[in-house]
């Protein structure tokens, strides 16, 4: 079966930009090709195997499945990023904490090698894009998920193994164990709340929850955060903290920092999307 015959048996619309881009990067994926190469590929004769895995990857795209989770793969700042099931799909508006750790590092930190700490890790997005930006660096990952570190393990493996350590626990704790004081902490927790409406069906149907949700009114990382993050950090040195939060969790966000951080430099900032996202602390 030709390529162009498969999309004619499925009823592909090729009007509709979604499709196109899932037709697109599932056949990529299948047959081992740029996306943007299907064009010259019409004519490709498909086998029982190609065409059995393409129908199961496209009724995964028509029940839902998040793209990234059917192929494998989410670009994420400057890579391909591995993801499964075990960890979150990285979201664009976190690269933003991503380029504020690597100016804050090609600033203060380039003669020396800076300690990038990315709390709650995940699948390792936040750094090994970091590590791809500043190659003479250090990261430690951690993260409670033992499923998701494996995933992370899996993306970090392009670097040698002297440039990060991958560590299971929960929040701050393994970093407070180590003893080790970073200069750069970036952290992205759960922080939605268990009764919030404006989570969509997909994520809630395949994303992992314990990456999601948490208590306290998606407060409950926020709050522990603020009791220990001078443990954590060397505060002999300049230093930068980056945490995300909820788009309708600024004045609670607003009111810890003011509370809690007198005598530091710190400001919120927002997304792509114009949503306020990011406390930087200086």
């Given amino acids: 079966m030709l390529i162009s015959e498969f999309a004619k048996n499925k009823d ?18 299948i047959l081992n090709f740029q996306a943007k190469d299907l064009i ?8 029982k195997k190609e065409v059995t895995n393409f129908s199961k990857y496209w009724h995964r795209f028509l029940q839902g499945m998040p793209l990234a989770y059917i192929t ?5 700042y400057n890579s391909d990023i591995y993801v499964d099931k075990r960890v979150l799909i990285p979201r664009l508006e976190t690269e933003l904490l991503v380029e504020e750790a690597i100016n804050f590092s090609k600033i203060h930190f380039s003669k020396e090698i800076p300690i990038l700490a990315d709390i709650c890790s995940g699948s390792g997005a936040i750094g090994v894009s970091f590590l791809t930006e500043i190659e003479n660096a250090f990261v430690f990952a951690s993260d409670i998920s033992k499923k998701a570190l494996k995933v992370a393990k899996k ?13 299971h626990g929960d929040f701050l704790k393994p970093l407070i164990k180590s ?20 989570i969509s069906e997909s994520t809630i149907k395949f994303e992992p929850h ?15 955060f603020f009791k220990l ?5 060397n505060l002999e040195k300049p230093f930068m903290i980056a945490l995300e939060f909820g788009f309708n969790q600024k ?20 997304d792509y999307f114009k949503n306020w996202r990011y406390l930087i602390i200086s």
């Fill in 12 to 29: 592909i619309d090729f009007k509709n930009k979604d499709e196109i881009k899932a037709f697109n990067q599932i056949a990529s994926r």
């Fill in 40 to 47: 010259t590929k019409w004519d490709y004769e498909l086998s």
């Fill in 72 to 76: 494998n793969t989410s670009y994420f």
């Fill in 155 to 167: 993306n970090y493996e392009r670097f040698d193994k002297e440039s990060y350590s991958i560590n």
């Fill in 179 to 198: 003893q080790i004081k970073a200069n750069i902490i970036i952290i992205n927790p759960p922080y939605i709340s268990r009764n919030d409406v404006n």
């Fill in 210 to 224: 314990l990456a999601l949700f948490c208590e306290d009114e998606g407060m409950f990382f926020y709050n522990q």
């Fill in 229 to 233: 993050w001078k443990q954590v950090v």
């Fill in 251 to 270: 004045e609670k966000i607003e009111t810890l920092a003011k509370k809690h951080l007198k005598d530091f430099k710190w400001e919120i900032k927002k």
